[in-house]
């Protein structure tokens, strides 16, 4: 199996005609799958309204490209006629999802039905390392989660690589990552062009909109369609879903929610302002007060896993440690007062909190929701609720790879290394 994909820009309208009709069926009949994980034909020609014949010679390509398969017998109702079942498929094809931060690369492999075929983090010194170096370290991080979902039978699909930053999406630049100190990295072409013969097709994007996305298809709140997720790294980002959409903005630069200036006197931030949000709350805020020996930053010392930092900081909250004890607490304000802040812009039901934040979240809520409540305009009647993300620090990871899930299912056709008969739209 390959995969060629298609020949314009992500986001923009694909080509009109007779091939593109039957493309978009096709991946209708993906979607609905998706969605409903198993179907019979007649299902899928209700729910979509094709006609059950088109839907039966489209349904006739995707099983062979392998991309579903029959899962048995299903009866409408208790004397219904039995209809055949289908499910996704795609075993053979894969998405590979990156995500690097400050601290850490982070991967999640799958095959397009969901299957977890790689995931792992492993730390990294991106500051340190330069945009150069990180690039490399990327590209041999994917050459072995590509080997290891070969492995398991699944050949990439493409790869997508989560960035703390703003990002131009249909170039693949990251325009400021301040955290990492990148400036104008044309990352997708620089990631294709050192993996070389893997020849795979790379998108790069920002990792809170990544890690929303896979909060709203897979998390603890999914299907939510009013929320807001907040990453809790060393940086602090948000992705915003509206209506069950997510809200990009003007130039696709929305949910820099970390540099809220919420004070003016405050510390400086690594995007060169004072007082922003992620000063008050990113774990490299935390770490400074309830550990300041672990800083980041401190000369001469090598960068651990933000997952042992954190670990680390929830045993002396366990054993009633004052000054950790004290630390969390003034976070768990300020992080209550930012989310304030976006209630009272969006009115979203949830606030999903990922990262760290997840992680101390037993500690943390108390004092967020607290804020939250008391600073909320429209409280008790806007509804707005913190809750912990289950998806811990793989979040955009996870949607990374969703995203390359979703390319593949809107051009089935892409997948090369069968020859379908020709389907009627």
Known sequence: MSYKPPNRAPGSAPPAGPAALRRANLSLVLRELRDHKVLSRADIAETTGLHRA?????????????????????????????????????????????????DYIAVHGTDLSGRVLVERRIVHDAVGS????SVRRLAAVAGQAVE??????????????????????????????????????????????????????????????LAALAEYTSGVAAGTPYLVYLTGEVGVGGGIILDGRLLRG???????????????????????????????????????????????????????????????????????DPRMTAAVAQVGEWLGLGGSILANLFNPRVIVIGGYF?????????????????????APAARCRLVASTLGFGAASRGAASMVVSDVIDDPTAIIGTSPRPAPV
């Not at 330069?130 to 170096?133: A, S």
């Not at 131009?168 to 997708?188: C, F, I, K, M």
């Not at 037993?362 to 909320?376: E, K, M, N």
Request: hydrophobic share 45%; proline share 7%; aromatic share 2%.
């Open 54 to 102: 088109t839907v039966s010679n489209l349904m006739a390509e995707l099983l062979e490209r392998r991309l579903v398969r029959e899962v048995g017998v299903r009866h409408a109702g208790a004397v219904g006629r039995p209809r055949r079942a289908v499910a996704l498929h795609g075993a053979h094809v894969g998405a590979l999802g990156m995500e690097i931060n400050v």
């Open 130 to 133: 330069g945009p150069d170096g």
């Open 148 to 209: 290891a979902m070969r492995r398991a039978g699944a050949t990439p699909a493409g790869i997508a690589v989560a960035v703390p930053g703003l990002v131009d999406v249909t170039r693949g630049v990251v325009t400021l990552a301040p955290n990492l100190s990148w400036h104008e990295l044309p990352l997708a072409e620089r990631l294709t062009s050192v993996l070389g013969p893997l020849r795979l097709p790379v998108r790069v994007d920002n990792d809170a909109n």
């Open 250 to 320: 003007a130039d696709g630069f929305s949910g820099e929610v970390g540099h809220l200036q919420v004070d003016p006197d405050g510390a400086q931030c690594g995007c060169g302002r004072a007082g922003c949000w992620e000063t008050k709350v990113g774990l490299a805020a935390l770490v400074r007060a309830a550990m300041p020996e672990q800083a980041y930053g401190l000369p001469g010392r090598p960068v651990p896993d933000p997952g042992e930092r954190v670990s680390d900081i929830a045993d002396g909250l366990a054993a009633g």
């Open 358 to 378: 997840a992680s101390l979240a037993r500690w943390l809520l108390p004092h967020a929701q607290d804020q939250l409540d008391r600073l909320v305009v429209a």
